[in-house]
């Protein structure tokens, strides 16, 4: 990307309503566009199409890879729900810490035991230890991240995570 002199800009959650409007929006200030997308690729295309027509790049980035079938394959891991019942809430929703398990490039600059935001009501069990990048603890010890290869999984919302989430997502554009 950025073939032209122009700075990008990363838009999270841009493919559709405001995201999409920002996206839009900033294209016409002179940014080139980085625009996440969850599942909507349809939606994605059509956004990345507008911003082109204001005359920026637009590169597209699927953020919630681990709901697709590859990377529940690729990351050898299955999606669980606690079935005790407990006193805390189900889902859990809130700031909670991240324990790195292993290095990976996703968390450059970020310090171990930094705070993130989660919203959940399952959690992830790898079948491989080694693709365990992150680890939280609620109501039980669960992998809150995961890498392998250049597949990169979170529990946690770094949209939603302030100052680490926005490293986060600068650190996997990077990639």
Known sequence: MAENDRNTALVVGG???IG???AVKLARCGFNICLTYRSNTAAAEEAKALVESEGAECELLAFDIANTTESREALECRFENDPQKHEMKIPQMGWNQVEF???APHFKGIPDNSYF???HSYYVTPSNSDV???ETEYL???TSAA???NVFASQFHPE???KWGLKLLENFVKL
């Open 15 to 17: 493919s559709r309503g």
């Open 20 to 22: 999409r409007a920002i």
């Open 101 to 103: 398990a292993r290095e």
């Open 117 to 119: 935001y989660f919203v």
């Open 132 to 134: 365990v990048a992150g």
């Open 140 to 142: 039980r010890r669960f």
């Open 147 to 149: 890498v392998k290869d």
């Open 160 to 162: 939603k995570s302030q």
